[in-house]
């Protein structure tokens, strides 16, 4: 664990010192302080930094997760020459990576809501579950981005699988969704929906923070559904143990590809 | 006491190492030798544990490198071409190292006065220059005080007044009773330093004895001689 620790601040200190990594935190700081001082109502405001979050916030998790695993990689024999186990490495880099982004987002992010929209009590909530949407987000596409990179001996190609993959689940997704939804629109689709939504975690985090501004009503019938399932403590739970299960599901193939690979 | 026994390894349809069975002795320094390509940096990382072999194994004080990091704790290992955070500086480097090995710090200062390192300590890693950093790496490999030295072209990139300082260190840590394992391309160096000398050709052991022995059985008065000639009968 100690080991682990030293590894991850390691790798946090490397992209803290990154001039990237202080322009993403202050991109939200910026959004959602423009957001307040412009929108009539908060939770307009929170609409709008939602869709944002949900699309950059993996984008910018997968892209510099893939970088700094590379940036890591290039010195990967002075730490596994060291008398510590290949996943301790992995895990503390992957650690370091992810926190250090879910920080700089969250400090951002949190920041004009803390100034703008305290005093408004029923905010708070929305903006903590919306925080805990960015951060999953974070961890989740940092895993995808190590899963991606340990297994690709070439910088270029990560990149591009990683932002293939970021476009599939960000973009064509919802698109192939949809076009389930009308093919099969004389059938009950509720329930199959439900499982083919948690296969995407983007899907399950926007549901997550939607019902939680109770826009559900938006949503349709199919939102009434989701609204009965995912308002309730179960689906709050359901859908957190969805979302865990997918920054552990890469993170286990990435840690065994990592403990196998020669370097 | 490193014993490695029966280790394979391809690459793709590259053949680095074929049935490798060797035992390296402490107190002695074991030099690898062959052309490029020949596998020495594959055994020596298979040694470390960077690289898997196929098949076989190497046991460090009877332990499974593959199975039990620990056995790293005893050893020290100098890349071909190291390559450190670059940002850190030196100093920095040796505080994240002894944090990973969980100590308070080890002891650098004796080889840092011996390359003269001082002043480079506190500038960042990407302000040195190939030759500083090949010592710095060198100076983390050694500074926990290791029972085995694994070193790949350990005096590669070193000015001669470094290379022969490394060398008079090298011999001290010999007579202290440490492993030492180099390989080399510079046979003369080789010469000058090492008991035992292997010389590796298409992944195998193609000779392993004292480099008087090489001489003697070529009849070439010198080692570099020795194994140009072992590489030509081979060609034959």
Redesign the interface.
Known sequence: MRQMIALARQSARELMRSWWTACYGFFFMLLASALFAFGEEPAQAVVSVLDLVLLVVPFVSIVMGVLSFYTSREFAELLLAQPVARATVFFGQYLGSSVSLAAAFALGLGAPFAWYGWNAREQSGTLAVLLLGGIFLTFIFVAFAYAIAVRTENRLKALGAAIFLWLFLALVYDGLLLGVIMAFSSYPLEKPLLGLIALNPLDVARILILLRLDVAALMGYTGAVFKQFFGSSLGLGVASVCLTAWVVLPLAVGAKAYARRDF | MVEATNLKKRFGSITALDGITLAIKPGKITSVVGPNAAGKSTFL?CI?????PDSGEIRIAGLDISRD?????Q???V?QS????E?LSARELFA??C????VASGNSKELVDLFGLEEALDRPVRQLSGGTRQKLSIV??TMFDPEILVMDEPTAGLDPLSSQRQKRWLERERARGKTILLASHIIAEVEELSDRVIFLLDGRVYFDGAPGEATRLTGQPTLERAIAAMMEQQRW
């Open positions: 990382r470390v544990g960077l690289v898997y990091w620990r056995c790293r704790r050893l020290g290992y890349p190291a390559r450190f955070p940002g994240l190292v944090d990973i090995r969980g983390l490999a």
